[in-house]
């Protein structure tokens, strides 16, 4: 190991070090419910029977008749649901098993004083056997491939601004925008290059959902490496923050839902395309080294991660974490889907399920062909494990998945730091 690259590790290191103690200063709830399967690792054999002890504690100990609502069965469709048990000693057990591969859930509320406080964990049956339900369109590459190529007709037009009150020592933060899919289609993003004279692999980072500015991310451009965050809305990512909280309960409300039936106008079009003319405008920077780039992001920006891979092929590496967008149709075969849950409380419509197999997760990671790192945990409410899997095992590439069980739509300040390491070390040709 080279002394740069020391260097590099020591310093994630010690800022996993510094986040982690900060975290660990936040308030945690008075009243803590422990759900905890009897195996280790948190998953079994098909048809084996999966035990979970729940226990309420008040500063480590038991509470005595203490009141529960819980919730059993398989995640996100449960079948057993009950409310004010009492539990004299404040532990009582329940066990549950899958007749096929996928994830069975208890989730547990204790009520005291009038307040609601949760525990719950989640049992895998096999999960690297799960298959995803959505169908790949037949014309799915020549469509991906005549929208980006129509795309590409339109000038990038880049508009490239410094950023003085962000720049360091170490590196210069721009603001930055280039047509997308149409004139006047932009993208907004910041972009973060170190000024030292050279020429640096770049990583592209993609937004979770939601409508919010965003700041890039200069701790990574100090390390040696181009960074690039972007937005998906067209809309600069530096506005006051009322912009974004006006855009995202008016115009783009559901932006999710926007045309999702119609495969050419669907809102997640121009999002996709966005990634790839991303990739477009990093390839036009004379600090980029022309080879090495990256893509990264969780939840939404997961999905994009995996949708960007399987559509572009300059890039080299994929880091995801918990990827949203991934089987929509789990729902329609009596399981869940991924996050928007689009048909777990209404049927589709007339075109729905067609134009969202263009969309879904699942379709794109079919068509990965560079190393990927994946890490997600099974207790993930927004982004079921099961549609998560879907995706992950129809991937051939080399990959890596890292489970962190106890996890849900978040993650630990290792687990984050765990795939920059991985994510910097293979641009850094470790």
Known sequence: MTNKTTKVLIQLLLFAALTLNAASQV???LIKVIVSPDHKDWTYKVNETAKFSVQVLQYGNLIDNVTIDYETGPE???DVKKEGVVLKNGKTEFSGTMKVPGFYRVRVWAVVDGRRYEGLATAGFEPEKIQPTVKDPADFEAFWTNAIAEARKVNLDPKITLMPERCTSDINV????????????RIYGILAVPKKPGKYPAILK????????????ARLASLGFITLEIGIHGIPVNLDPQVYMDLNGGALAGYWSIRMNDKNTHYYKRVYIGCVRAVDFIFTLPEFDGTNVAVTGGSQGGALTIVTSGLDKR????????PALCDHTGYLNKRAGGWPHYFKSMEPKSGEV???????????ARRVTVPGYYTWGYNDLTCPPTSMYSAYNTITAPKELHIFQETGH??????AEMLTIWLTGKLKGQ
């Open 410 to 415: 978040w993650t630990f300040p290792e687990q």
């Open 206 to 217: 993609v937004p979770g959902a939601g409508i919010r500015p965003y700041t890039g991310d």
């Open 354 to 364: 067609e134009t969202l197999g263009y969309y879904d997760v699942v379709n794109f």
């Open 27 to 29: 308030g945690t709830p």
């Open 76 to 78: 996100a469709l449960p």
């Open 315 to 322: 890039i080299k590496f994929a880091a995801a974490m918990y």
């Open 174 to 185: 721009y603001q930055i925008s280039f047509q997308n899919e149409a004139y006047s289609s």
